[in-house]
């Protein structure tokens, strides 16, 4: 089986930053796309960004310029810099991670239990 950890969302100001974090392990042979999603409460879940395993990245345009979304191969983490806080930002957010594993050919697409980020005014 596989999981994902989030960790590093928490309670920030307005114009502040915070750094999520995203660890998979398991049965991994290999990591697709790895992805950041969040959802605030009684809205959908939306993209905020996601990057292949060759680094390209694309953004939700409400946060582009201000986060920046990387992985490290490696350690199958992918990280979320988040810049310039809004309370919009406000909202618990999930990573996925599509995942060949040793025992299938398939791709199947994990996700993370969420950590919730907290923006005030």
């Known amino acids: 089986q596989v999981q994902l950890v989030e960790s590093g969302g928490g309670l920030v100001q307005a114009g502040g930053s915070l750094r999520l974090s995203c660890a998979a392990s398991?049965?991994?042979?290999?990591?697709?796309?790895m992805g950041w999603y969040r959802q605030a409460p009684g809205k959908q879940r939306d993209l905020v960004a996601h990057?292949?395993?060759?680094?390209?990245?694309n953004y939700a345009d409400s946060v582009k310029g201000r986060f920046t979304i990387s992985r490290d191969n490696a350690k199958n983490t992918v990280y979320l810099q988040m810049n310039s806080l809004k309370p919009e930002d406000t909202a618990r957010y999930y990573c996925?991670?599509?995942?060949?594993?040793?025992?299938?050919?398939?791709?199947?697409?994990?996700w993370g239990q969420g950590t919730q980020v907290t923006v005030s005014s």
């Open positions: 990057i292949t395993s060759g680094g390209s990245t």
């Open positions: 398991g049965n991994i042979f290999s990591i697709n796309t």
């Open positions: 996925n991670a599509g995942v060949r594993t040793y025992d299938s050919g398939s791709i199947y697409l994990y």
